[in-house]
């Protein structure tokens, strides 16, 4: 179990490449970057101990002591990176949050793909079981003529009963708190209403009118309205990224090391590949609607509207 198996001790190390990016945007783009070098490694891992020799019941002690090597030699320290990895990225978003949540919120380092699928400023925590369980049917279905011979694969299609007790525990629980911070959120975006803001924006509205231009400018009344809103919006993002860490951790402490493999590789090919999907979506919607292929249908609603007949009775 991976419980057993990598202890996560101390601080993982900063690059300091990182470290030093202006923007949580270039930030995010280094570190995705760092996320597909390592699922080249996680690929090239299971690829090995799929290749090794599998140990039988009853013998092969040799080939079992020749494949805990395997795992202690490469597959515990690699594992221990990519949480480290993960770690690194929650404590940054954190720095970054507490100068400008806003924009973790409506992320432009994100696709609008991306965007349609956020939950707090990052993904829904119970999605890591859905994950699981597709990931597990794949490749259940990929290996069935083994599982038929009573042989182990070893990866998600060779879940245990505890395993999955323990997972349906855990994705209980999960959802749990997922629903209390969904709430929690909503109790937040509704203080954007309360008396402060309502009697704020009349105030302001009133300067307008009588076109009080300097105290308008004035935006001290504003940030300080504004800030307990944000604050809370800080809390609430933290809470929400530290479950997603969480539902990581103890999703990888049910399986076993090379389960867990299999599952940081789904995990981190979804994540890439639905970034890079949604960008060229976006590159796309661009190009249409700076190169003259979206004013056609603007310019052929204005022809339209301006022909129409309009009833006597709305315009007087």
């Not at 270039?26 to 996320?35: L, N, P, S, Y």
């Not at 597709?134 to 395993?163: M, P, R, Y």
């Not at 299999?262 to 661009?286: Q, S, V």
Request: charged fraction near 25%.
């Amino acid at each position: 179990m991976m419980s057993s198996s990598v202890t996560i001790n101390g601080q993982a190390m900063i690059n300091g490449t990182a470290a030093e990016c202006e923007t949580f945007h270039k930030f995010f783009e280094f570190w995705i970057g760092e996320q597909n070098q390592q699922l080249q490694e996680l690929i090239s891992a299971s690829k090995q101990h799929e290749q090794s020799p599998q140990p039988q019941q009853g013998r092969n002690t040799q080939v079992e002591t020749d494949q805990q090597t395997v795992e202690e030699k490469i597959l515990h320290p690699l594992l221990e990176r990519v949480i480290k990895h993960y770690e690194y990225y929650y404590r940054a978003k954190s720095k970054w949050a507490k100068n400008d949540v806003l924009s973790m919120f409506k992320p432009t380092w994100r696709s609008s793909l991306e965007d349609a699928f956020l939950w707090i400023g990052g993904w829904r925590p119970s999605m890591a079981f859905h994950l699981l369980y597709s990931k597990s049917g794949l490749q259940f279905e990929a290996k069935f003529a083994e599982f038929i011979q009573g042989l182990s694969t070893g990866d998600l299609g060779d879940l245990t009963s505890s395993q999955l007790n323990l997972v349906n525990e855990l994705q209980r629980e999960i959802i749990r708190e997922e629903k209390e911070l969904t709430e929690k959120l909503a109790k937040q975006q509704e203080r954007v209403a309360d008396p402060t803001m309502v009697e704020l924006a009349h105030v302001v509205t009133e300067l307008l009118m009588e076109r009080e231009v300097g105290r308008v400018m004035d935006e001290g009344r504003v940030d300080a309205t504004l800030a307990p809103k944000e604050e809370g919006l800080v809390e609430i993002l933290q809470r929400a990224d530290d479950l997603r860490l969480k539902t990581l951790k103890q999703v990888l402490n049910i399986l076993t090391r090379i389960q867990c493999v299999h599952f940081l590789i789904a995990a981190a090919e979804l994540h890439l590949r639905c970034h890079e999907w949604g960008k060229i979506r976006d590159e796309k919607n661009h190009r249409l609607h700076h190169h003259g292929h979206g004013e056609p249908q603007s310019s052929t609603f204005s022809s339209e509207f301006s022909t129409m007949q309009v009833p006597q009775s709305l315009v007087n």
